[in-house]
């Protein structure tokens, strides 16, 4: 009962993480091009910020480990990681409406507040991941990370669905006021999820010690001379590759294909979320303990691989209501996939390297979605100026991530937790201080 309570009450830092994050990629977005009238091009590049920044949480991940702040590792990292983002939001709106009366120091200020809040955004992110690696055991680690993730999503949710009605009717001051008010709930809610969460000590004095013995530059070299660390970086990279980067085309297919309306689409992604949030909870509360990270992980990947040749077969037969139910399988398949490997990002974890390796898992992450959509929007392009069909074009990405779910289970078939650690602490030359998991 009391690790329950806890892990709903470090939740509450996910609420805020994704009301800043619907702030920017929902109601901000949406005024800068609608209301702002700015560029598409500059919008894209200002919301790309935070991924192009996001080889930085390495060494943010390291700094978290090897220097505390008042004896905190992860809290100071945590708040002012909020804080910046939250400043650069509103710093980001001003500059935006700027740009119509000095287009160049308008563009300057907003670019630049991006970066901020990039930088923000990828260290709360980090250090709160190895804040659950520091704070939950292998057991409780699958019901953290589903209630956590989940929490994340029901924030965006509730974010959408509430700025949605405060921004009407919108003015820049209202837009002001929303953001700072939204803002500041968030850097409460951080606050009142993660003080006094973190273990402190001389132990962890000691671990700290120990990690700032070596440089970011050798801890780097000496962690990815792991081969496990490398096989679980491209296990990561494949996963999410063909879990995450398909969000951007079942619309289009689904307008394309099966002629539905703007409505039908856009509840395309009510049958995903409601698949995988429902399957992320049931499998990290009850089936990852009971089968494993692995076994769970590996369930997951086949359905997704399954399900995308399903969405090709449901185009090729003209089938909409098959091509629901394919959505919804997806999205059952991702959350149950979701849940094994979230355990597993933590569990491929050191006491000593948490910020780091975590930061490492997440930078696959998001570049595999990333260059996902990226090459994937690319193939449809030009597949389709050669077939000029949509079910071949559309046919061929679902294709390449159905290899990309294959190749995610041939690797994790070769990952080894144990043989991660055992090779980290051979390489950095200290004393056991964990057990890993049976």
């Known amino acids: 009962m009391h690790n329950m309570l806890l892990i709903l009450r470090m939740a509450l830092f996910q609420l805020g993480f994704g009301l800043v994050s619907v702030l920017v990629l929902g109601v901000l977005n949406r005024v800068m091009f609608a209301e702002m009238g700015l560029p598409a091009t500059l919008i894209g590049f200002l919301l790309a910020i935070p991924s192009i920044v996001s080889p930085a949480r390495l060494w943010l991940g390291y700094l978290s480990d090897s220097h505390p702040i008042l004896g905190y590792r992860r809290l100071p990292y945590i708040l002012s990681g909020m804080a910046l983002s939250v400043v650069g939001v509103l710093s980001g709106i001003l500059g935006a409406l700027w740009i119509p009366r000095a287009a160049l120091w308008g563009t300057l200020i907003t670019v630049t507040a991006f970066l901020g809040y990039g930088m923000g955004k990828n260290a709360m992110a980090t250090t709160f991941q190895a804040l659950i690696a520091d704070v939950f055991d292998e057991k409780q680690r699958p019901r953290a990370m589903a209630t956590l993730q989940s929490a994340f999503i029901f924030g965006i949710i509730g974010g959408s669905v509430g700025l949605g009605r405060l921004i009407d009717p919108y003015s820049p001051s209202r837009l002001l006021t929303i953001a700072a008010g939204s803002g500041l709930l968030a850097i409460v809610l951080t606050f009142l999820a993660c003080l006094g969460v973190e273990p402190r000590g001389e132990k962890v004095e000691a671990i700290s010690h120990r990690v700032r013995q070596l440089s970011f530059g050798t801890t780097l ?124 990002m933590v569990d491929f974890t050191t006491p000593e390297q948490a910020g780091l390796l975590m930061g490492a898992w997440t930078i696959a992450h998001q570049l595999a979605e990333v260059v996902g959509n990226f090459l994937g929007g690319v193939l449809v392009d030009r597949v389709f100026a050669l077939s000029n069909s949509y079910l071949t074009a559309f046919g061929t990405v679902f294709g390449l991530e159905t290899v990309a779910a294959i190749v995610g289970l041939v690797l994790l078939s070769r990952i080894s937790v144990e043989s991660f650690r055992k090779a980290e602490m051979e390489a950095v030359e200290i004393e056991p201080s964990y057990a890993a998991p049976a």
Request: proline share 3%; hydrophobic share 50%; aromatic share 12%.
């Open 221 to 344: 070299k000496l962690t990815f001379r792991n081969p496990q660390t490398r096989l679980f970086l491209f296990f990561i990279s494949a996963a999410f590759l063909s879990t995450l980067s398909q969000d951007i085309f079942l619309e289009p297919y689904g307008a394309k294909l099966f002629n539905m309306s703007v409505g039908q689409t856009t509840r395309l992604n009510m049958y995903w979320g409601t698949g995988t949030l429902v399957a992320l909870m049931f499998s990290g509360m009850f089936l990852v303990n009971r089968l494993g990270r692995k076994p769970v992980t590996n369930i997951g990947l086949t359905i997704v691989a399954l399900t995308f040749i399903g969405l090709i077969i449901a185009g090729g037969i003209a089938q909409p209501g098959l091509f629901i139910g394919m959505v919804f399988l997806l999205g059952l398949g991702s959350g149950i996939s979701a849940a094994g490997m979230l355990s597993l």
